[in-house]
């Protein structure tokens, strides 16, 4: 039986997590590590179909993240009709475009020449989903008042972080791609004034010839200090 008890007129539940021995909890993190550090942002989708539960879920756990006031201000819009998903893939490359050719400056395109990435956006159409998550700037409540919702950007990095966890988690693969600016998935989608566009991500598996650059992480000395 669950305990639960009033704090301050509030309700609670007793919360209890199994400990593991040190030894074991080192092979862990280490083994967890390792399994992480496979996961590769990837370009080269095939078209091969996922189930929508398998979706569902992937969804359901991002939506463990935890968020600001516990307000959960994110909305994730899961496409796979060919048509919509064409015309998010035009409405990115005319964006991208924009951005290779005119907004980004010389450095930025010099930094991105290791990956050879450029306006063109096929993935867009070839993976079986993409998924768009949506930054809630306010709730709508029932009466249709503003209600606030809080630190709505680092909830939403959060369960996006573990949004791409649990799809490496299933076998798959996803791309974070970030077309600025990208008001066009709002309308496309017709979500409502309080959603704004915070990330579009395409998930399926890995096509038969999939090449990735040839990068590597910052060392733990380089991202980490211990006080």
Request: aromatic share 12%; hydrophobic share 40%; charged share 25%.
């Amino acid at each position: 039986m669950v305990k639960t008890k009033l704090i301050g007129g509030f309700p609670f539940v007793q919360y209890t997590k199994e400990t593991v021995p040190e030894t074991e909890m080192i092979q862990k993190s280490c083994e967890f590590f390792n399994w992480m550090d496979k996961r590769r942002t990837i370009r080269d989708f095939s078209d091969r179909q996922v189930p929508q539960t398998v979706i569902e879920q992937l969804i359901l756990t991002a939506s463990t993240a935890p968020s600001g006031a516990h307000k959960q201000p994110w909305i994730f819009c899961a496409v796979s009709d060919p048509a919509i998903k064409k015309q998010i893939r035009e409405a990115a490359e005319q964006e991208e475009y924009e951005s290779y050719h005119q907004r980004m400056p010389e450095e930025w395109l010099a930094d991105l020449r290791p990956l050879q990435t450029d306006w063109k956006k096929p993935f867009l159409e070839t993976a079986p989903w993409l998924i768009v998550v949506f930054r809630k700037s306010y709730e709508l409540k029932p009466d249709g008042s503003r209600g606030q919702v809080y630190y709505a950007n680092e909830s939403c990095g959060l369960a996006c972080g573990i949004l791409l966890t649990a799809i490496h988690h299933a076998g798959l693969c996803a791309l974070t791609h970030t077309p600025s600016p990208m008001q066009f998935l709002k309308e496309i989608l017709q979500r409502p004034d309080n959603e704004k566009p915070f990330l579009l991500i395409p998930v399926g598996y890995a096509a038969a010839a999939c090449w990735v650059p040839d990068i590597h992480r910052k060392l733990l000395s380089e991202i980490c200090t211990f006080y």
